[in-house]
């Protein structure tokens, strides 16, 4: 999936603010930030949204959910709290066609979200 600029993110061919990194996942600050604190993290593989994921998956997304909370230590706000986010098609709010995990804190979050 070469134009997918999630893709080039994962693969260092375009820059971002990498906050956390392993064979598997990148994450990076968002380039249009809602909160103190909004990073977005990422499998390097290619999958259109989380609606692609299987049982054979289990693990990976397991993993994303924990290195959410590594990243969550990392910045500081695991006491204060945070919200993780993953926005699943046209009706989620899904604008980019490549899964990710939204973490957002450092302020007060409303809820429910618009
Ligand atoms: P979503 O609506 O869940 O698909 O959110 C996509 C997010 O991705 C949105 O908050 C803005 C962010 N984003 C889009 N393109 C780029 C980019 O090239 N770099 C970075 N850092 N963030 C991006």
């Not at 909160?35 to 290619?46: D, N, R, S």
């Not at 994303?64 to 695991?78: G, K, P, V, Y």
């Not at 009706?91 to 979200?113: F, I, K, N, Y």
Request: aromatic share 8%; net charge neutral; glycine share 8%.
């Amino acid at each position: 999936m070469p134009e997918c600029v999630f893709c080039k993110i994962g693969s260092r061919e375009l820059q971002a603010m990498v906050v956390y990194e392993d064979p598997d996942f990148i994450a990076f600050r968002d380039i249009n930030p809602m909160a103190p604190v909004h990073v977005l993290i990422i499998p390097k593989l290619h999958y259109e949204s989380l609606a692609e994921f299987t049982a054979k998956d289990a693990t990976l997304l397991g993993r994303m959910l924990l290195a959410a909370t590594h990243i969550a230590r990392q910045e500081r706000i695991a006491e204060s709290g945070y919200r993780l986010v993953i926005n699943t098609g046209a009706h989620g709010g899904q604008a980019v066609s490549h899964v990710h995990m939204h973490l957002l804190g450092g302020r007060a979050l409303q809820w429910p979200p618009g």
